[in-house]
């Protein structure tokens, strides 16, 4: 019988009522109590602005004169009311236009997250889904009969997990990784990132110091891995480098590392530079996030040898780090100093419209409340910054989580968004921007996506009263097969599904197709799960073939926007070689 987790919840799942749900209730004192040295200094900047909790259907809902939902102004992170107006139940119904079922395989991935990557080998083509505390490979040659053939941690079922995970006693796992071909060793490579625990240890730094102390001393690797890969499976690769993004104390043992470890999927595309979104020392501690103790910046690092991974530079913008006065000035500038809720600092590494050993030059890093930045490449080991943006304050979520830049070469336009992190839609809606950067130097939001609306068929007007998470997450990765597709976009849309824009015009981004999944049955999935919806999708545009990774399953879809599906390998081997 399927055991519950320890601790099942991300950075994802945040409403309390959802944490009690799942089963891991735990007292979070109240009383302020902050002892280490980088969060006191932190705290003695600002005041408390956390916003108040608001009324549902009062202070925000559906609009009775205009059949309309009107977002909250700004919320605190956390627990997320229904409000008037919304479903009381679970929506049943899957709604798809331009879009077709290929095929569905349940309980493949957790319900809160799962990071993506393809690679081939012997003719076939595989798929690694993963999180910290799983990792499934499925055989994805003929997408209609994928086969699982790795199978490592937790699967997901009715009562949950089959495995307890205890997010506090972790000490190995496979965070954020990409896949590469190195021309050195003639073989593909893994660079996986490891981190400092994001969730299920720390509630409040402010009122928990004693697991503040715990995640100083992390019982696990801040930094990066390298491994071999001598076949398909993890149990064929061969681990080849360790590092630490502690730049400081680059020998320093696990539980004496500084820093956030490395966030999210590597950027590198097996030449020289690698680029690492992270923090290098706990000074990096200008953040409002209530959870999270550090204000990452980027890292370039040498690739040249993926055995031996060289640190080059660390990338540092104003308004990160403590007892450095310009940038706490930089962050007292910043209107959302003080309100205790969001996040400072970049989540993934850099984004490159073209990787620096075709010929890159520019980068751009999305930098949470920080704004977005363009950096000039021509030193790829030293990037340089050129241009900045801010925009107005949208809290609770994330702000400038993800860029899109697969059109800036055809366009000059990159897409940028944060994503939610309360449900019920019980913060500002999160648009996707649409930035003129032909001019890296002075970047300007031009316009925004459509807001996705239901279908006529619905038995709602708005998604917010589909209930869970509804907004925007991400445009897939990096490392897609066929790299991208002009004029074609999809993202991850959470309770609306998947969701394809045509941005053959980026200044008139359009809504060209969906596909909306049902909600599953309790006797599929538990109900505690349900907010987090559909919460990636990932593109084999050489394949036209785009997974959408939901909690219960991930699903093969086809769409004529990006033409008939294929089966097999489509010419260039993935990764590619040089």
Known sequence: MPRRLIITCSILCLAAGTALAAGWEKEVPTEINIQDPHLKRWSELTYDKQPPALTPGEDYGMDPATGKFTAPRAT????????????THWDDKTYKSNVEEIAFYPHITSPWHAWPDVADFGGKRYMYLHDRDYMRVLDITDPAKAKVVYSKGGVWGPEGSSEDWDAKTVQDYFGGMTIAWSEKLQKNVVVASYEIGRFGILD?????????????????????????????????????????????????????????GSLDAPAWFGGKYMYLSSAPD????????????????????????????????????????????????AYLMNPRAGNRTSWMGSRMPLFLPKPVEKGGKIGFGAMGGLGFYTFDLTNPGTPEMMGHLSIPPSFAGTEFDNADTSQYERTGYVFANGYPMNSNCYEPYKDVLVIDAKDPKDPKVVATFPRPTPPAEAEFTDYCQRRGSFGPKRSGTTHQPGHSRDGILPYAFYNAGLQIFDVKDPKDPKIAGYYVPRFPKPEQMPEYTYENASFAVFTEYDRNIIWLISIDGIRALKTPLLGEPKTGLAGEVWPPRG
């Open 204 to 260: 409040n730094k402010r009122t928990q110091p004693d697991i503040v102390e715990t995640l100083r001393h992390y019982n696990s690797l801040k930094g990066f891995k390298v491994y071999e890969m001598n076949g398909p499976l993890p149990s064929d690769w061969t681990l080849i480098a360790t590092r630490t993004t502690d730049i400081n104390n680059p020998d320093a043992p696990v539980g004496k590392q500084q820093g956030s």
């Open 76 to 87: 605190a992170l956390g627990a997320s009311p229904n409000f008037p107006g919304q479903l």
């Open 282 to 329: 706990d000074s990096y501690a200008l953040t409002e996030y209530p959870d999270y103790l550090h204000s990452p910046g980027y890292q370039a690092w040498d690739m040249t040898d993926p055995a031996n991974p060289v640190f080059v530079s660390q990338v540092t913008v104003p308004g990160q780090v403590v007892g450095d006065k310009a940038s706490e000035d």
